[in-house]
């Protein structure tokens, strides 16, 4: 349109208006359980470094290769070696907590520290998804990426150590009772440290303190879970439930109940108990992330 008479002698000026808007969504409307589920996605490959430099990838691959080598080891042995004896499914799962924990002290941060330091919060919860769709996509993401070390090499362990076995097939239906140990107990490993880890990092929107904060706290509680379990009378009545003090003395109980024949001799308590105070554990960090987020809603 013309914006004003131009002088004589001159030409006119000219002027144009552009709608620069944002064009309407006319596509589908997908809800709260897609938003969640993108939100999984994002967080994880987040974690993982992905689209990100080359140095934010160097931990988890490390961690991942640490995992790895239990199983090969083992593998290789009982190949060259089929008499040999070689490590069972209790202590590769003790011996990989070690990496779980690290692995967990390195994605949890990543999960939400990065949220609440860039003030993002608000526009996530602005959207189609609450606070508890924001607190279960986070764990759910934790938890997914934590089975791709307490599950995933224990998984792979039993499936080649039945395929050496002269009658794969056959083996593989003799030992599925040690798969499902095998994944009930990579999958509740997972969600307890998780959550854990997660509950801590949703205090701070500092990476590397969230990280340090949680290695402290799984060293602190390991030592005075095992330092007051060996002090207290073994014929007290609640010398087994020591073992709750500590996420590694709650591992390994786990695992020895899985696995009543290992050697793991730590306490009495039944399977249930453990499954029961861990998933009370999940339960508890949710609650106390679930309060850490009202005000930013």
């Known amino acids: 349109m013309a914006l004003s008479e131009a002088p004589i002698g001159q030409p006119a000026r000219y002027g144009e208006v552009f709608d620069r808007g944002y064009k309407h969504y006319d596509g589908p409307q997908l809800g709260r359980g897609a938003a969640a589920w993108a939100l999984v996605r994002y967080s994880a490959k987040r974690a993982l470094g992905i689209k990100k430099s080359w140095t934010a990838k160097i931990i988890p691959i490390l961690l991942y290769v640490a995992a790895a080598f239990p199983v090969i080891l083992v593998v290789g042995i ?5 008499n040999a004896e070689v490590w069972d499914y209790a202590d590769f799962f003790i011996f990989t907590f070690v ?9 949890a941060p990543e999960m939400v520290c990065g949220d609440r330091r860039e003030n993002v919060l608000p526009l996530y919860f602005s959207r189609a998804i609450t606070r508890l769709d924001y607190l279960l996509a986070k764990l759910v ?9 307490s599950f ?6 039993w499936l080649f150590l039945q395929l050496l076995a002269d009658a794969p097939l056959s083996a593989m239906g003799d030992n599925l009772d040690d798969l499902a140990r095998v ?6 490993i997972a969600l307890y440290l998780g959550a854990i880890g997660l509950m801590i990092s949703s205090f701070t929107g500092r990476k590397s303190v969230a990280v340090a904060v949680i290695v402290v706290a799984f060293l602190i509680t390991q030592a005075l879970g095992v330092a007051l ?3 207290v009378d073994r014929g007290s009545a609640y010398h087994d439930y020591l073992v709750f003090l500590s996420a590694g ?3 390994i109980g786990l695992v020895g109940a899985l696995w009543p024949d290992s050697d793991i001799d730590l306490s ?4 249930w108990t453990y499954v029961a105070v861990m998933l009370v554990v999940v339960a508890i960090c949710c609650l106390v992330m679930l309060w850490r987020y009202v005000p930013d809603e």
């Open 183 to 188: 994944a009930v107990a990579g999958g509740l």
């Open 249 to 251: 003395q709650t591992t």
């Open 268 to 271: 009495e308590l039944a399977l």
């Open 141 to 149: 993401a934790t938890a997914l990426l934590t089975l791709t070390i």
């Open 229 to 231: 379990f060996e002090a």
């Open 99 to 107: 990496i779980e924990g690290l692995f967990v002290a390195t994605i």
């Open 152 to 157: 995933i090499p224990a998984f792979l362990l």
């Open 78 to 82: 009982t190949a060259f070696a089929p």
